[in-house]
């Protein structure tokens, strides 16, 4: 797992948070205005959001983005997992690949129990709740 998060998730984080303070749709250049990102990059970004089900988008003049109502809780992990992707368990933070169960790299049990902290922290984090 990264410890650095990128731009796509940032705007995520903001955007799913400022549809859920405002409560009804906003237009996409509206959101992107106030995420300092311009329409089609937040396109992009919202994409998956909107294919989690978490945000709805509707096209034409009067369309935009907007939280779906069922949506009571996401978490900084799930968010996380769903603009980026959360890379494996047992990926080596040395050797790029799985660390071999005989010959385990030097970082194998620290990295382990932080890459589990991590998570759980990230886990019991909500962007909304």
């Given at each position: 797992m990264r410890l650095e998060l990128t731009t796509r998730t940032d705007l995520a984080l903001r955007?799913?948070?400022l549809l859920h303070s405002h409560g009804q749709r906003i237009k996409r250049a509206d959101l992107?205005?106030?995420l300092d990102t311009s329409p089609d990059f937040l396109a992009r970004i919202m994409g998956p959001l909107v294919h989690r089900g978490w945000v709805i988008s509707e096209t034409g003049p009067s369309g935009g983005y907007q939280l779906d109502?069922?949506?009571r809780s996401v978490t900084v992990?799930?968010?996380i997992d769903c603009v980026e992707g959360v890379p494996s368990d047992d990926q080596c933070v040395l050797r790029g690949g799985p660390c071999d169960p005989t010959d385990q790299c030097a970082l194998h049990d620290p990295w382990s129990r932080a890459r589990k902290a991590l998570v759980a922290e990230l886990q019991?984090?909500?962007?909304?709740d």
């Open positions: 955007g799913i948070r992107a205005e106030h109502p069922s949506v992990y799930d968010l019991a984090s909500f962007v909304i």
